[in-house]
Each structure stands twice: as structure tokens, then as C-alpha cells.
DNA sequence: CTGACGAACTTTTTT
DNA sequence: AGTTCGTCAG
């Protein structure tokens, strides 16, 4: 193969980085400084040139998405397989190497992955069992912080039993929710970084033949990376800092999940040979855009520092639009996307950008107003819909009939007469012989204590299973889905539920059968050869909920949030909602960091945007139900003037009926002479009250006000104000 | 076990 | 406002 097929397209830093010899080296690449082709190439060159076999690369991502198409992009580039490579997800690789080494990591072989649903159901009974009011100590709380006890390598058994109640009940929680999960054979998605941070550390032999293994390890966002997965990094690579990592500090908006941007810097401690590179041309965005982020960004502290730029020009610049309310901002948005449609713009390049999900429902109303096809990110995927999930559930009782979490969401699913009260004399009695729910189930049976009609019902389901279990062992994977599906009763069940959701409920379970023939054909077992195909295809479903499948190719025009805009570009880009309190967010406007965080999250929104990017803000907006005249969001001041222009447009909507017979003019007049601080004022809405500060002007001018139900910002041009 | 009513919420999401 | 979640009666 050519050498200059990897090295010509690039330019010089992404060429210096691809090219570097072997050592710590740390990426910091711009958005749209081309980060996956650098990793992609830097693996290319260490194949083709440094000669390293495919068998000692190894490749972390975040997101399978993010894996699947580093490893594509790699294919094509050498035009051969990239099978034997390590490319992965954090937790894909960490449960490949759990499969392999699960005796030494203190798992059953057979252990099973749950997701987030399933780890709420487990602490929801743990505090049952435990006697906890669950209004009191709610189940996400405790679920919360078990996760980021795991995410800082903290066992229950590190913690001493002191502090305050609340430190020392949690902690009561941790360790019974550990030997729930013990007992059941369950992995949640943190434990499985945890485990495998403690096999390496704890048995020297395996750690020193992953790291005589894997001679160069990458990873990609590392900016995303939590305290966990770094430690994890470190003990593979601190001998041989053979660690190549790519990320933007500008572009860490995972914090609040426990991401730390501190790895970056721990890096260049860790590793003090290291070599930082930056990758700062962008060749997506036109100069305008670019530097409206660059300025932006420039106002968060203790940045590595980078600015971006471009050859492509100036470009267009950035539209402001100021909207009366929600649907004039939705109305200006829709006849944009019109315009650029009729044109000949294509749809999917056109993204509508949010802060939070709730405001996607007045563009998705004025899309289908307008007839133009649209897809809203984020919805439920597939493996996560509770038909799907309550099939897989059948199917993991059937592989392990000590799986609880399955056990408790399929017992009575479809209805078939057992009760909260059997099922809370199972519970009991489960936790007073220390066993499963299956096992507890058979006992209670046994006991004789049920009432007739509880004990028929239950006997009905453990047989129900036992039959399910010898009738489908000998078949093949789809073929025990397709059993599973019809002999429960779920199907039936969902034919005849006919609110309009039942028929596309059971497409979906037909749909999960295919899947699982598809999965049988297409997966190779590797690190997983003593498991059962079934067991493999669970595994496959709680580590890749799938994508949602279809419409993907469709010509739509993209809404989501601005986290999920992450990664993506679009040639016309919609960031919409910027006011203080939504976009930052309320929660963080009296934290620093936190908004800190906000404000590279509009950097990401910017940054999306290739040719067009239109902001927009309203001056009033519906907000949990109350009306609210939100100040524009502060990150609009931080773009220099003169690479924006407002566009006025002549009012197509019908303004607020409060407002509609005040002419804008005499409100102006009115604003600079009429109301002072302190003065008393009446709204016909909320009484009398005093003003306690102005600010702006003309039409933008806003008071606040101190009214009997609270405080309040009014927009003078439209609340109709009297002077007392 | 279903349905209805009322209370309590309400940033962001991947594995 | 709109949704979700839990409790209560039937």
C-alpha cells in the first residue's frame, strides 16, 4: 500500500499528529479539525508504516456509533478487514474482557448486563426490602449516587461507616445492592468499568499481557472521559505511554454525568513526556461562524486555549431573529426552512437545535402544519421499548432463573392474576432465606400457604417457564424468541390491546425476531466462546440499545438537542430558545462551572453549522405553564456585533391580546419617562406592585417588578402597565 | 386488576 | 400546560 494514501490529505498539524512516533501523545482537536480522520489515519500509518499488527491497536469511543464508523472509515482507507482490531465502546471492551476473565474477576460466567430501567427496578426493592419510604429516599437518588460512587472506583467496603444519616443510609443501600446483584448474576453499566479496573489492578499477570497486547491504545472524546475509564487507561499504558488520545476541552458538556475535563490535565502530569498537538483549521464552517465561537468559548476560564479558522471566507453572517413569543419563533423558523427547501436545499441538511426536549413541540406542530417532513432525535430506541424489554426479560429468566430484575418485571406481564400480594410474600420470604425470587417462588408454592386461586395463577408461571425452558433449549435463537413471543401470551396480549399502540407493538416483537436471526448469522463470538448465543444476544441488547432504525435516510429536516447535535453538522443550522434561564439553563446561571458548561454547549450549537446559522430568542414564553418574559441569553452579547445581523420581519402572527392595542410607539415614549425604580405600578394581570430596576431600551425595554405573588421581568412593549 | 383522580414534577444522555 | 406517578375505589 501507498504511504501517501494516508498522508496526503492532510494537513501539516493533522500530518504531525498522525506521524508522531510512539509515546503519550494528546489531541486537541477543534470542532470539524477533522478528529476522526487523524485517528483513523494515525492507526492506518502505525499498520502500514510503524508495521504493528491490527492485533495491538486498540481503539476507544464512546458511543457504538462513534466505534462502527472508525472502523469502516479504517476498512476503506486500507481496504482490508479491521476484525481483529480492538475497536470499542468503553463498556463493549470492558465486558469482552469480563467474558474472558470472569472467574478471575469474581463473576459468573454467565453474568448478564442490565440496563438503567433494570438497576432502578433492583434499588426500587432494595429499599422495600429494607423497609425505606421511597418518598423519602427516592429510588433515581439512590441510583444516582451508587453510579457516581462506581464512576470514582468507590466500593461500599471503601466507605467507613461515619458521616451524617444521609452519607450512612446510602451507604446501607450501596452494600445491599451489591449482593442483590451478586445473587442475580447482574452487571450494571458502571460495574463493568469498575470490574475491570479491579481485575487489572489486582492481578498483575492478565494486566501485563493487555499491555504487552496492545502496543498502542487510542481514544477518542477523551474531554468525555470520567474518572473510572481514565484510571482504567492509565493502568494499560503508564509503563509504555502508549497512549493517543484526542478530545476538546471546549467541548466537555457530560460533566454533570460525571465526565472530567481534569483528565486532560492529569494527562500532561501522568505523562510527562507527552506531546499536545492542536488541530485548528476547520473545514466545515464559514469565517463568520467560526469566529462568533471562537469569541464566545474565549469567555470560559482555564481553557488549553485554540481558535479556529478557516480558508473558505467570511461566508453569510450569522441572522438573529427576536420572536413575540414561542409560535412566532417556531412561524419565522418554518418559513425559513420553506425558503431554503425551494431553493433546493436539501431537508437533512437543516437542523433545528434546542437546549431542552420540551421545546421541540412548536416547530413539530408548525412542520406538520407546513407539511415538511421532519424526525425528532432522542425518542425511545429500539431495544429500549417495553415490549422489547419485556421479552428480552423472558429470555433471561430463561438463561438464568435467579435474574430478579427479570423475574419481577415479567411475572405478571401479561396479566395472568398475580398479584402485589403474592408478589410481595415472594419478596419476603426471598429475603428471609436469602435466595432469588425464582427460588422463593417455588418455595411459597410449596408451603401451601397461598390461597387456592394465588397458588394456581403461580404455579401456572414457574410452569409456564420450565416448559418455555426445555421446549426451546435445543432450538435456535430466533427460533426461542418466536417461542417465547407466542407461548407467554404477548402477543395476543398486544393484538388485542387496540389503542393504536398494539399493532405496531407487536411489528415490533416480529421485528426482534429477525433481529435475533440476524444476530445469529452476523455475530462471531470472540472472547465469548463459552457463552450461549442467547446469552450473547442479551448482552448485545444491553450494551447497543440499537439506533432508532428507518426514516434515518428520509430527507427530513433534523430537531434535537444540543447535546445530541454533538459530532454533527448541517449546512443551515436553527439554534433556537436563546434566553437566560432556558439557554443557560436556570440551573446553572449561579454556578460557574456549570455555566461554564452552558456556554460550551452553545459552542457545540454554533460549531454544527456550516453555511447558515440563525439564532433566535422570544421575548415572551410559556413556561410550566405560566407566561414569562425571559431577558436574551448572555451568550448573545458574547458574539461580536459585526459578524450578526437581525432580521426584522413584519408580524405574521398574531401578538399576545395583552399587547395587540398597544402601538409600539407610545409604549417607547412612555418607557423612558414613566417608570422609574421604585415607582408603583398596576398590571392588569398580577395588581399593583413597585419596580424594582429597568434595563434595556425602546423596544427591548424591561422592567422588574415586585408584585404580591412574586417577582417578576416585564417586557414594557408588551405588558400593559399602569402608572399608580 | 382496571380506571380515575390528584399531586408533583419539569436540562442535558450513553452505555 | 402537560406529563407522569401513585393511590384509591370499584
Known amino acids: 500500500m501507498d504511504v501517501t494514501t494516508i498522508i496526503e490529505p492532510l494537513n501539516d498539524a493533522q500530518r504531525q499528529a ?29 499498520i502500514e508504516v510503524e508495521g504493528l499488527s491490527p492485533q495491538s491497536i486498540l481503539a476507544v469511543t464512546f458511543t457504538n456509533k462513534a466505534a462502527r464508523e472508525m472502523r469502516s472509515r479504517i476498512e476503506t482507507l486500507l481496504n482490508v478487514s479491521a476484525h481483529s482490531m480492538w475497536i470499542g465502546t468503553f463498556h463493549g471492551l470492558a465486558h469482552r474482557l469480563l467474558r474472558r476473565h470472569a472467574t478471575e474477576a469474581g463473576l459468573p460466567d454467565t453474568f448478564q448486563i442490565m440496563d438503567t430501567a433494570d438497576q432502578l427496578r433492583l434499588i426500587k426493592r432494595v429499599l422495600s426490602a429494607l423497609n425505606y419510604d421511597e418518598a423519602k429516599w427516592p429510588a433515581k437518588q439512590v441510583l444516582w449516587h451508587i453510579n457516581a460512587q462506581k464512576d470514582e472506583g468507590i466500593r461500599a467496603r471503601h466507605t467507613a461507616e461515619t458521616g451524617d444519616i444521609y452519607q450512612r ?233 435467579h435474574d430478579d430484575a427479570s423475574f419481577e418485571r415479567i411475572i405478571n406481564t401479561p396479566t395472568r392474576g398475580i398479584g402485589a400480594k403474592a408478589l410481595d410474600d415472594i419478596r419476603t420470604l426471598a429475603r428471609e432465606q436469602n435466595s432469588s425470587l425464582w427460588s422463593a417462588a417455588i418455595a411459597l408454592l410449596q408451603s401451601g400457604q397461598q390461597a387456592a386461586r394465588a397458588a394456581n395463577a403461580l404455579n401456572g408461571f414457574l410452569l409456564l417457564i420450565k416448559q418455555l425452558g426445555d421446549q426451546t433449549a435445543p432450538l435456535a435463537l430466533c427460533e426461542k424468541v418466536k417461542i417465547v413471543i407466542e407461548k407467554t401470551g404477548l402477543i395476543a396480549f398486544y393484538e388485542k390491546d387496540k389503542d393504536n399502540k398494539g399493532e405496531e407493538k407487536v411489528e415490533n416483537l416480529e421485528e426482534l425476531v ?34 432508532m432504525q428507518a426514516d434515518a435516510f428520509e ?75 425571559p431577558r436574551p441569553s448572555r451568550f448573545l452579547r458574547e458574539i461580536p456585533a459585526d459578524t450578526i445581523q437581525e432580521v426584522r420581519m413584519r408580524a405574521q402572527v398574531q401578538r ?46 424591561r422592567v422588574q417588578v415586585k408584585f404580591p405573588e412574586g417577582i417578576k421581568w416585564l417586557m414594557l412593549s408588551y405588558a400593559k402597565l399602569e402608572a399608580v
Open 18 to 46: 498522525v506521524t508522531a512516533p510512539s509515546g503519550a501523545l494528546l489531541i486537541l482537536a477543534g470542532a470539524g479539525s477533522g478528529k476522526t480522520r487523524v485517528l483513523v489515519h494515525r492507526i492506518a500509518w502505525q
Open 169 to 401: 443510609t446510602m451507604l446501607k443501600f450501596y452494600r445491599a445492592y451489591e449482593d442483590l446483584c451478586e445473587r442475580s448474576g447482574l452487571v450494571d453499566f458502571a460495574e463493568l468499568l469498575l470490574r475491570v479496573h479491579e481485575l487489572w489492578r489486582d492481578n498483575p499477570a492478565i494486566l501485563a499481557h493487555y499491555q504487552q497486547r496492545f502496543q498502542q491504545v487510542h481514544v477518542d472524546e477523551f474531554q468525555d472521559t470520567n474518572t473510572i475509564q481514565y484510571a482504567w487507561l492509565r493502568l494499560l499504558t503508564q509503563d509504555a505511554n502508549n497512549l493517543f488520545v484526542v478530545g476538546d476541552d471546549d467541548q466537555s458538556i457530560y460533566g454533570w454525568r460525571g465526565a472530567k475535563i481534569e483528565n486532560i490535565y492529569a494527562f500532561q502530569r501522568h505523562y510527562p513526556d507527552h506531546q499536545v498537538i492542536k488541530l485548528e483549521q476547520n473545514y466545515r464552517s464559514s469565517g463568520n461562524i467560526l469566529t462568533a465561537a471562537n469569541k464566545i468559548i474565549a469567555h470560559n476560564s482555564g481553557r488549553m486555549g485554540k481558535e479556529l479558522w478557516t480558508q473558505s471566507g467570511i461566508g453569510e453572517p450569522i441572522l438573529l431573529y427576536v420572536a413575540f413569543n414561542e409560535q412566532d419563533e417556531a412561524h419565522f423558523v418554518i418559513e425559513r426552512i420553506r425558503a431554503w427547501a425551494d431553493k433546493g436545499g436539501a431537508r437533512n441538511s437543516i437542523a433545528i437545535l434546542y437546549r431542552s426536549n420540551a421545546q421541540s413541540r412548536q416547530f413539530e406542530e408548525r412542520l406538520m402544519q407546513a407539511a415538511i417532513p421532519y424526525r425528532v432525535y432522542g425518542g425511545l430506541r429500539f431495544f429500549d421499548r417495553a415490549e422489547i424489554k419485556t421479552t428480552l426479560a423472558y429470555l433471561r429468566l430463561l438463561a438464568n432463573r
Open 514 to 547: 429477525n433481529a435475533a436471526k440476524h444476530f445469529e448469522t452476523a455475530s462471531l463470538p470472540d472472547g465469548e466462546e463459552n457463552l450461549t448465543e442467547l446469552d450473547r444476544f442479551l448482552s448485545h441488547a444491553a450494551l447497543e440499545s440499537g439506533d
Open 555 to 629: 430527507d427530513c429536516v433534523q430537531l434535537m438537542t444540543l447535546h445530541s447535535a454533538k459530532g454533527l453538522e448541517f449546512k443551515l443550522v436553527f439554534l433556537v430558545g436563546l434566553e437566560e434561564g432556558l439557554f443557560p439553563s436556570q440551573q446553572s446561571v449561579d454556578d460557574i462551572a456549570r455555566l461554564e458548561e452552558e456556554r460550551r454547549l452553545c459552542y457545540v450549537g454554533i460549531t454544527r453549522a456550516m453555511e447558515q446559522l440563525y439564532l433566535t430568542y422570544s421575548e415572551s414564553r410559556q413556561l410550566y405553564g405560566r407566561e414569562s418574559y
Open 656 to 701: 399576545p391580546v395583552a399587547s395587540v392595542n398597544i402601538p409600539a410607539k407610545p409604549a417607547l415614549l412612555a418607557s423612558i419617562n414613566q417608570f422609574k425604580t421604585g415607582q408603583k405600578v398596576r398590571h392588569e394581570k398580577f395588581g399593583v406592585g413597585v419596580i424594582l430596576q429597568t434595563e434595556g431600551e425602546g423596544k427591548h425595554e
